[in-house]
């Protein structure tokens, strides 16, 4: 592909339909064992070439974006600066960021920010990295962001940071509840390790009911196989989410979860019409923030099609 002037790619957030922690690392990072799934809540990255400089500048928009730091510790001007010191890079790249994933959420916000710079820097810059390449530079980049690029539904081991596509048929409907403020993800490994430090920790492992309900398509025997071992540290920090879990539960959700290591709940509705339901009820509670619906599962990082692109 030959370089373009302006790139936008749409990057999707994730949750976790199982994940398992273990015991931590000499390195600090836990492995886990998780199934991840990609939703229909996106981040849209736009790249600007500028060939004045090598500057990396980022703004944000839309709905999160006062949350978004805008220096050199944004995970997309990361992305995009590991590119350049990789690939001896001299032209800069001015980002854009639309916001409609929760900053903090539990949902990978940032992680798919840069796993969409590395897709549109590359075509920027006609770099013709490959995807193995890419996924290597994601890596890299924080333990979510290689399965950011693959999107869809996909085992994840090692720190999370290994992935391998899974077989899911049909389509989940999904609604989120985004809470006020958020959870730093570290706090929240941390605060599993203090809950438990006594009992043995298993290696971590995926149900297999959970890939045979994938498998199936059913909301209903994937209701009864999701898991989250971050759950409980998450509502230790934040016991309020507990009355969210059950309000939606109330309301006639098939199962509710925490996203990852949260604040965000989410709920798996029996169909679309049943998750409109749901999310007009928590959006009446007054229990969260904002709420959201969305189809799962859905392609990772990928390039818009112009006009977009023009
Ligand atoms: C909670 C999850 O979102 C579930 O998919 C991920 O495990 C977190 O992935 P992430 O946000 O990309 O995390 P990273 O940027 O790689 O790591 C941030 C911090 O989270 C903790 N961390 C993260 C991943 C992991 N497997 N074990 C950890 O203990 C570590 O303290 C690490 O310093
Ligand atoms: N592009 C970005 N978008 C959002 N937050 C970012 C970004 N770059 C860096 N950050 C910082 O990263 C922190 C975590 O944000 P993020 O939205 O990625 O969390 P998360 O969704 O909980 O992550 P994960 O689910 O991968 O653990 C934020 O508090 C913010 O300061």
Known sequence: MSPSAEVTVRSPAKINLGLSVGP???????PV?????AVALYDDVTAVVRDDDAAVSV??????????????TNLAVRAARLLQAEYDVEEGVALTIRKTIPVAGGMA?????AAATLVACNRLW??????????????????????????HTALGHGRGEQVTEVMSRGTFHWVFAIAEGGLSTPAVYGELDRLRPLRRVESPEVRPELLTALLSGRADALAVALSNDLQA????????LGDTLQFGLDQGALAAQISGSGPTCLFLAADSRSAVDLAVELAESGLCR??????APVPGARILPAPANR
Do not use: I, K, W
């Open 33 to 37: 064992a998780t199934v991840y799934q």
């Open 59 to 72: 703004e944000a928009v839309g709905d999160f974006a006062a949350d978004v730091p805008t220096d050199e």
């Open 24 to 30: 931590p690392r000499p390195d600090g990072y836990h």
């Open 126 to 151: 006609g770099l013709q990295l490959s995807q193995t390449e890419l996924q290597n530079l994601a890596a890299e980049l924080g333990s979510d962001v290689p399965f950011c690029l693959v999107g």
């Open 109 to 113: 916000g940032g992680s798919t920010d």
């Open 290 to 295: 904002m709420v959201r619906q969305a189809e």
């Open 233 to 240: 540290a998450a509502l230790s920090l934040r016991p309020e």
